[in-house]
């Protein structure tokens, strides 16, 4: 079973950076989809940015132009790069599979506020 650990959440102010990463135990990382899903404070959890086994990528519409997904296979490690960060950002961000075939982490809190 992969286990899944997202780091590089935080505080950062309306227009800030972050970069979040998820490690994942296992060899088999290399095969599947993954995203980055987010869940705000009273919503569902959605999908924010995708990337396959290739690294084609697609992304939310309103993340589009702003977060970039990245995957490093030999290090079975998946990037979110976060750029022009806006308070509706704020959300608790996991990493899973494309579909969510995988247990859930803790996921990584990103807070954006002045």
């Known amino acids: 079973q992969v286990q899944l650990v997202e780091s590089g959440g935080g505080l950062v102010q309306p227009g800030g950076s972050l970069i979040l990463s998820c490690a994942a135990s296992?060899?088999?990382?290399?095969?599947?989809?993954m995203g980055w899903y987010r869940q705000a404070p009273g919503k569902q959890r959605e999908l924010v940015a995708a990337?396959?086994?290739?690294?084609?990528?697609n992304y939310l519409d309103s993340v589009k132009g702003r977060f970039t997904i990245s995957r490093d296979n030999a290090k079975n490690t998946v990037y979110l790069q976060m750029n022009s960060l806006k308070p509706e950002d704020k959300a608790v961000y996991y990493c899973?599979?494309?579909?969510?075939?995988?247990?859930w982490g803790k996921g990584a809190l990103v807070t954006v506020s002045s």
């Open positions: 296992g060899s088999i990382f290399s095969i599947y989809a």
């Open positions: 990337i396959t086994s290739c690294g084609t990528t």
């Open positions: 899973n599979a494309r579909p969510a075939l995988l247990s």
